[in-house]
Nanobody, 122 residues
Framework: QVQLVESGGGLVQSGGSLRLSCAASGRTFSVYHMGWFRQAPGKEREFVAAINRNGGSTYYADSVKDRFTISRDNAKITVYLQMDSLKPADTAGFYC???????????????WGQGTQVTVSS
């Protein structure tokens, strides 16, 4: 079992920044590919960003590329999502996910956090 706990969400004005954190169980964190997803009100869940187990590879949804940065600190067993130039369209619940022993890029994720709310006002 992998447990993931997101934090760092909140209310921010358009153009502002937030950094989300996802604290994971640490036993084998370094072998998990990690991802961030979001789900806006009335919308389907969508992929945001992913990072390889060693942090050497990342990829992003087109909608957030060049604005968001995913990173990880395996020593702190934490993955981050730095969000800059936020837009009202970014408003969503953000969820951290782990892919266990997956190929890269992950085709699916095995464990999910409960989410943290990001609200961007105009």
């Amino acid at each position: 079992q992998v447990q993931l706990v997101e934090s760092g969400g909140g209310l921010v004005q358009s153009g502002g920044s937030l950094r989300l954190s996802c604290a994971a169980s640490g036993r084998t964190f370094s072998v998990y590919h990690m991802g961030w997803f979001r789900q806006a009100p009335g919308k389907e869940r969508e992929f945001v960003a992913a990072i390889n187990r060693n942090g050497g590879s990342t990829y992003y949804a087109d909608s957030v590329k060049d604005r968001f940065t995913i990173s990880r600190d395996n020593a702190k067993i934490t993955v981050y999502l730095q969000m800059d130039s936020l837009k009202p369209a970014d408003t969503a619940g953000f969820y951290c996910a782990a892919a266990i022993f997956s190929t890269w890029p992950p085709r699916s994720y095995d464990y999910w956090g409960q989410g943290t709310q990001v609200t961007v006002s105009s």
